[in-house]
């Protein structure tokens, strides 16, 4: 099963920066991917798309300026770089792949990494 590893989560004061990664285990994202999205969801509550990085144009769009997708040069490593962190940036966060450069239908949901913002 093509399935992506989350990582780098961790509890962070208010104000502070995390760096989260997104691992390809078993396969290639630059051969079974278009794009990495890059959700969150907070119990009780809709997940919602924070960032969308294009594999191939190296394009990305994220939900606010705070957030920052990125991949490695090999692209089999995909990250989200959030700054500024607040409060309501606490959730659980998932990343996985899509055959759309809008990260529309995305695939290949791992066990997501928790992210607390708390002083």
């Known amino acids: 099963q093509l399935q992506l590893v989350e990582s780098g989560g961790g509890r962070v004061p208010p104000g502070g920066s995390l760096k989260l990664s997104c691992s390809a285990s078993?396969?290639?994202?630059?051969?079974?991917?278009?794009?990495v999205g890059w959700f969150r969801q907070v119990p009780g509550k809709d997940r919602e798309e924070v960032a969308c990085?294009?594999?191939?144009?190296s394009s990305r769009s994220t939900s606010a300026a705070r957030f920052s997708g990125s991949t490695d040069n090999s692209k089999t490593t995909a990250y989200l770089q959030i700054d500024n962190l607040k409060a309501e940036d606490t959730a659980t966060y998932y990343c996985?792949?899509?055959?759309?450069?809008?990260?529309?239908?995305?695939?290949?949901w791992g066990r997501g990494t928790q992210v607390t913002v708390s002083s």
């Open positions: 996985a792949r899509s055959w759309y450069d809008d990260c529309r239908n995305p695939a290949g």
């Open positions: 078993g396969f290639s994202l630059s051969t079974d991917a278009v794009a």
């Open positions: 990085v294009h594999l191939i144009a």
